[in-house]
């Protein structure tokens, strides 16, 4: 039932409690942490995911990639999403920001950034600076374990038929700042 819980009914015994973040959380949890997953899509149409290390600068971010498919995909289709994970106060939060994706070639907007003191996790060298402008920023916390029975809830199977009672109501986007 986390979908009642998202619309603000109370949480079902074994649950979690699902709240929706403000825009002003999201921004702020991004902005504590440097790890988050780019979805993008491919010539082809499929999903593809890699984790990014990235920083925040005015509600923009920034990523550091070689050249090579992330780049590739980026110019064919500049629609892209990062989801970002974290643990607070315990309880874990999940943000997701969609945009477009742009390379940057200034090096004016690259030290503005910030991100020419990112050190890449990885030994490769990721000499090209990759802007995503957030269009659409949500975030979702997950409360610690309500009570738990002993017995799990029976699984349901009618999620991807269309058979359900209701429909589950998307958390609404926003846009990070006003324009």
Known sequence: MVDDEVRGGSPSPGSQAVTALTTAECWRLVESTRLGRLALVDAHGDPEIFPVNYVTHEGVFYVRTAAGVKTRHI???????????????GE??????????????????????GIDALAPD??????????????????????????RPDAPHPLRRTMLTGEESGRPTPIPHSRPFPQ
Do not use: C, M, N, Q
Request: hydrophobic share 40%.
């Open 122 to 147: 990885t030994a490769h060298a990721k000499p090209y600076v990759v802007r995503i402008d957030a269009t659409a920023v949500t975030g979702r916390r997950f409360a610690s374990t309500v009570e």
């Open 92 to 113: 874990k939060w999940s943000v997701l920001v969609r945009g477009d994706a742009v390379g940057v070639s200034t090096d004016d907007e690259i030290r503005r950034s």
């Open 75 to 89: 110019r064919s289709h500049p629609t892209v999403a990062i989801e970002i994970d974290g643990d607070e106060a």
